[in-house]
C-alpha cells in the first residue's frame, strides 16, 4: 500500500523559501497558493510558537490596536 504523504510537511519545508525578516520585528509570511496550504501554514506557525512567543505577539498586537496606554480589561468589569 502507497503510503500518504503529510501536507504539512510540505507546507513546513516550503515556509524557509517565504519567510522574510525585518530587523525592527521578525515577521515571517507565506504566499499560499489555496486557501487550505494557508490553514495549513497558519496552523504550524501557532503550534510552533512557545508560550513566550504567544505572549509577545499578543501584547504588540494590543499596543498596535490600543496604543502603549491602554486601560486595564480587568479594571472595567466589577469584583467576583
Same mark, same amino acid.
Given at each position: *500500500? $502507497?503510503? =500518504?504523504?503529510? +501536507?504539512?510537511?510540505?507546507? =513546513? $519545508?516550503? !515556509? !524557509? $523559501? ?12 507565506? =504566499?499560499? *497558493?489555496?486557501?487550505? #496550504?494557508? #490553514? /495549513?501554514?497558519?496552523?504550524? %506557525? !501557532?503550534?510552533? *510558537?512557545? +508560550? #513566550? %512567543? /504567544? ?7 494590543? !499596543?498596535?490596536?490600543?496604543? =502603549?496606554? &491602554? +486601560?486595564?480589561?480587568? &479594571?472595567?468589569? +466589577?469584583? /467576583?
Amino acid at each position: *500500500m $502507497k503510503e =500518504k504523504k503529510n +501536507p504539512l510537511l510540505n507546507v =513546513k $519545508k516550503n !515556509q !524557509q $523559501k517565504n519567510e522574510h525578516f525585518s530587523r525592527k520585528t521578525d515577521r515571517s509570511f507565506n =504566499k499560499a *497558493m489555496n486557501f487550505s #496550504e494557508a #490553514e /495549513r501554514w497558519d496552523i504550524l %506557525q !501557532q503550534i510552533s *510558537m512557545t +508560550p #513566550e %512567543q /504567544r505572549q509577545r505577539a499578543a501584547k504588540e498586537l494590543k !499596543q498596535r490596536v490600543f496604543g =502603549k496606554h &491602554a +486601560p486595564d480589561i480587568r &479594571a472595567s468589569h +466589577p469584583n /467576583r
